[in-house]
C-alpha cells in the first residue's frame, strides 16, 4: 500500500510535467509569448514545490504522533482530490492555489511510505523493498505518459477537445489514487511503531517533536546535511531534468517547422524561375516571411507533443533501472560510496543531454539522464531512514526530502529567470533554444554539493536502524 501510494504520488506529479505547459496557455492571457508561458510553467512547479515541503514538515511530523498508516491515508486523499480540482482551475491564480494543496499532500507522503516500509519489515529485506518503492516511482511516471499519449490520440481524433486535453489528464490522475484511500482505510500501523508509542507516553518520550531533532547534536547534523543530500538531487531533477520535455518539445517543433519552410521555399523558387529546387537550408529569418498553414502548425505540434510523451516514458524506463542498480550499489559498497558516484555521474550526464539532444533520434538520451538522475532517489529513500530513531524517523526523513524543497523551489525559478535573461539576448528560435540549453547546463553544478554533504554523513551499511 505504501508502494501504491508513492506510485500514484508520482503519477499525479508526471501529469503536472506534462501538461503544465498546455494548461498554462489556456488560462494565461493571450498575448503572452512562449517564453512567457515558461517562466510561469516555472512559478507554478516553485509553488507546487513549496506546498511539497510544507506537507512533508507538517506530516512527517503527524505521522511519527499519530500514526503513518493513517497520515499516508489522508495525505493520499488530499492529493488526489486537489489534483482533480486543478482541471476546474480558470485562471493562474486558482491553478496555483490547487497545485499548492496538491503539494502538501504530496509532501507527505514519501516520508511516511517509506518509514512505515522501514518499520515493517526485517533488516535483510529493507534495502531492497525501499529501493524497489522507489523504482516503482517510475512505473506511475510511465502511466502518466501512456496516459497522455491515449488522451492525446482522442483529441487529434475529435473524441476530446483540444483545449480540454489538460483537463481530462488532471482528472484521470486522481481517480486511482483516490480509490487507494479505501483500500489504506484498513491498513495497520506497524508493531514496532505501535509498541514504542505505548510505551512513550508512559515514559514521556516525545514522538515527532523537531525540539528533540534539533536538540540532539547527532541527529542534528543528520538532518542539516541530509537535508543538503536531497537538495542537489531534487533541483538536479525538479529544476532541471523534469524541464526536459520542453526542450524535447521546441526542439522538435523548429526541426519540424524548419523542414516544412524549406519545402515552402523550394516551391516557391520552382514556380518563380522554373527551376529545380538548389536544396538550400532556410535560414532563421525566413519563419517570417513564409507563413506555414494552419493544418501544417497543428500537425507540428502534435508530432511534438508525441514525441514529448516519448520522452517522458523513456526517461522513466531509465530511471527505473538506475534505482534498481542504485540499490545494488548501495548493498554492496556502501551508501556513501553510491551516492558519491551517482552525483557525479548525474552532473555528467545532465550536461550532455542539454547540449547534445538535437532530434527525435536523440531520444535514447533521456533513459541515459533519467537512469542517472533519479538513482539518486533510491538512496533517499534506503539512506534516510537509516538516519533517525523510530519516534523520529517520519520527521527526519520528511524534513531531509522535503524541507530542502523550499530551497529546491528556487529551482525552476532560477532556470525560468536564467533562461529568459539569456533569450532576450538571442536573436531567432535556434537561439533561444540554446540559452535554455545553457541554462540547464550552468544549473547542473548543483550536483556537487550533494557529493560534499555525503562525506559529512554516517556509514550505515549494515547497522541496524537507530531505535
Not at 489504506?184 to 525540539?211: C, D, H, I, L, N
Not at 523513456?314 to 551517482?342: D, P, V
Amino acid at each position: 500500500m505504501a508502494s501504491l501510494a508513492w506510485l500514484f504520488d508520482c503519477l499525479d506529479q508526471q501529469i503536472f510535467i506534462l501538461v503544465r505547459k498546455d494548461a498554462l496557455k489556456h488560462l494565461l492571457p493571450p498575448t503572452m509569448d512562449a517564453s512567457q508561458v515558461g517562466a510561469y510553467s516555472g512559478y507554478a512547479t516553485s509553488i507546487f514545490m513549496i506546498g511539497w515541503a510544507t506537507g512533508g514538515l507538517i506530516f512527517g511530523s503527524v505521522g511519527d504522533w499519530f500514526g503513518r498508516a493513517k497520515t499516508l491515508t489522508l495525505t493520499v486523499l488530499i492529493y488526489s482530490i486537489c489534483t482533480g480540482l486543478s482541471a476546474f482551475s480558470t485562471g493562474w491564480i486558482d491553478f496555483a492555489i490547487y497545485r499548492f494543496i496538491t503539494g502538501l499532500g504530496v509532501g507527505g507522503v514519501f516520508g511516511l511510505a517509506v518509514t512505515l516500509v522501514a518499520d515493517s519489515l526485517p533488516a535483510r529485506s529493507r534495502t531492497g523493498a525501499l529501493g524497489l518503492l522507489q523504482a516503482l516511482s517510475a512505473v506511475g511516471n510511465i502511466s502518466s505518459g501512456l496516459i497522455y499519449l491515449l488522451v492525446t490520440s482522442l483529441s487529434k481524433r475529435e473524441v476530446i477537445a483540444s483545449n480540454m486535453s489538460w483537463k481530462v489528464m488532471f482528472l484521470v490522475g486522481a481517480l486511482p489514487a483516490f480509490l487507494c484511500v479505501f483500500l489504506q482505510m484498513k491498513m495497520k500501523e506497524p508493531e514496532a511503531w505501535v509498541k514504542a508509542r505505548k510505551e512513550g507516553k508512559v515514559t514521556g518520550v516525545k514522538f515527532g517533536s523537531y525540539a528533540e531533532l534539533f536538540g540532539n547534536p547527532v541527529l542534528r547534523w543528520n538532518a542539516l546535511f541530509g537535508m543538503l543530500l536531497c537538495v542537489a538531487g531534487i533541483i538536479g531533477v525538479w529544476g532541471i531534468g523534469f524541464f526536459a520535455p520542453d526542450l524535447v518539445r521546441d526542439v522538435i517543433t523548429n526541426n519540424l517547422t524548419q523542414q516544412e519552410i524549406a519545402k515552402q521555399k523550394a516551391t516557391i523558387d520552382v514556380s518563380a524561375t522554373g527551376a529545380q529546387p538548389t536544396g538550400a537550408q532556410p535560414t532563421d529569418a525566413q519563419p517570417a516571411v513564409i507563413e506555414l498553414p494552419k493544418d501544417v502548425k497543428a500537425r507540428i505540434a502534435d508530432e511534438a507533443s508525441t514525441l514529448v510523451a516519448y520522452n517522458g516514458i523513456l526517461q522513466n524506463i531509465g530511471a527505473f533501472f538506475g534505482m534498481m542498480t542504485f540499490t545494488y550499489i548501495a548493498q554492496s559498497i556502501g551508501r556513501r560510496n553510491a551516492f558519491a558516484m551517482a552525483f557525479i555521474a548525474a552532473m555528467i550526464a545532465t550536461v550532455g543531454y542539454f547540449q547534445m539532444f538535437n532530434s527525435p533520434w536523440h531520444l535514447w538520451m533521456s533513459s541515459v539522464m533519467g537512469f542517472f538522475q533519479m538513482a539518486l532517489f533510491a538512496g533517499f529513500a534506503i539512506y534516510l531512514p537509516e538516519l533517525f530513531p523510530l519516534r523520529l524517523r517520519s520527521t527526519g526523513t520528511s524534513f531531509c526530502y522535503n524541507v530542502g524543497r523550499y530551497v529546491a523551489a528556487s529551482g525552476p525559478i532560477t532556470l525560468g529567470l536564467l533562461a529568459l535573461s539569456l533569450a532576450a539576448k538571442a536573436k531567432s528560435t535556434t537561439e533561444k533554444i540554446d540559452a535554455f540549453r545553457d541554462a540547464c547546463s550552468y544549473m547542473s553544478v548543483i550536483f556537487l554539493i550533494g557529493l560534499i554533504a555525503v562525506y559529512f554523513l554516517p556509514e550505515t551499511k549494515d547497522k541496524p536502524l537507530p531505535e
